[in-house]
């Protein structure tokens, strides 16, 4: 009965929300999405609300969706979703490709209403952003405390409020001994992260989110958010996340230095992208998994992941291992469990060949709009706007090669990507081109 009234006082609330302009129910929307809220249990999953809020903004998705759905972006993610409905047919665990499913989805939605606010009233959204910027910082402020404090990060992390904040699945492993690097004392994810390496990643793509709002909206918060968002990367104890961290921006530094050479520019940014996958490559196996056996050097961990990898490939190549098919056929090989560390290979994996072709499309098509914002001649806020993308994705996609984040990054990084290709995409979208074909 109390299940009931609540479900009835929630549908009422949902329906209130949607009252209200858009700028307050992606402002709800988004500033959930960082301490997430886990609430519900389906199926055994943890169903967080911020998985559920998008529904807030589905009016506008639906309005622009013949518009923003036709973007190459959209179209390769619609296919990857395609082929991952297609491939729980053969998988293991259906509800691993469920979830994956449900994020892309979401992903969608929530970059499709950053798209359709950008077009109609950028400032209110840069306002929007800039809150949930803030929250990101609270979170920060927890890395750096936990930094300097094991004992008390072992206490509130391991305590029951974590149930609300992590999920109980993942405060039930990290009680049971799954270790990720949470135990590690150089290392400090706060209380939203078990992973450093995932937090440093999350702080820093939100870092430079923040010097791309302050850029274009010339808001002194947002500097002073993105400068302390960038000084907690430093505390994670990230090796990849610090390199990252350096590295892109001294890199678009040096693009805008070279900006009339297309030549030059294409050759280094092709090494660059290389050197990061490189990277995120080297050090996720040495940070991660060094615990795991001593005696095994990052080369040979490598050399085992990918030998097995290129022997299950040649099985199957067209139909991959299907959802769960890489965890619980891996083990039965060696003496402890390696994921891919590769967002390629681990579409694959799941999916199939032409899973990771959708992957590598949807990258290309990323990388397209920034390139396309950044060669903006007249508009100088679509070209920080270009930039501030491209760092984005440098980031996220790059370290996706030494760790297991996914094509779009895990459920709090998705959102910087979602939000930073809403804005990228609107800015080269002309108004009145958009007012034409919504019509």
Known sequence: MIEVLLGILGAILFFLCLALPLQHRLLLVLVCTVP???????GGSDVPLAFLLPALILPEFFKSAN????????????????ISIVSLYWSVEKSMGIRDIAYYIEFIVISSAVYYLAIYNKN???KVINIMLFAVCLQ????IIFRLDEQLELSIVLSPISNYLMGPN???GLLNGVRNNFYDPVKAGGVLFVNANAAACYVGVCAFMAWGIFKVHKSKISLLMALFLWVTVFFTGSKAGVLFAVLIPLFIFYLKLNKNSRLVVTLAGGSFVLLLIMVAVVTGFTEQHGFLHQSTETAETRYQIWSYALGEFIKNPIMGQGFGG????????TDYFLPPHNTLIYLWSKSGVFASLMGAAFMLACVKVALRAISSVTNEEQKNIGYTLLMVLLWQFAHGFGENFGLIGEQHQMIALAVMLGLGIAGNTTIRKYDKEIK
């Open 36 to 42: 997430q809220l886990y609430l519900v249990q389906v």
């Open 67 to 82: 518009v923003f759905l036709a973007k190459p972006t959209s179209i390769s993610l619609i296919l990857l979703i395609g």
């Open 124 to 126: 209110s959204l840069y």
């Open 140 to 143: 920060a402020v927890t890395i």
């Open 170 to 172: 993942v405060l039930s």
């Open 326 to 333: 890489w965890e619980a056929d891996y083990s039965k090989h």
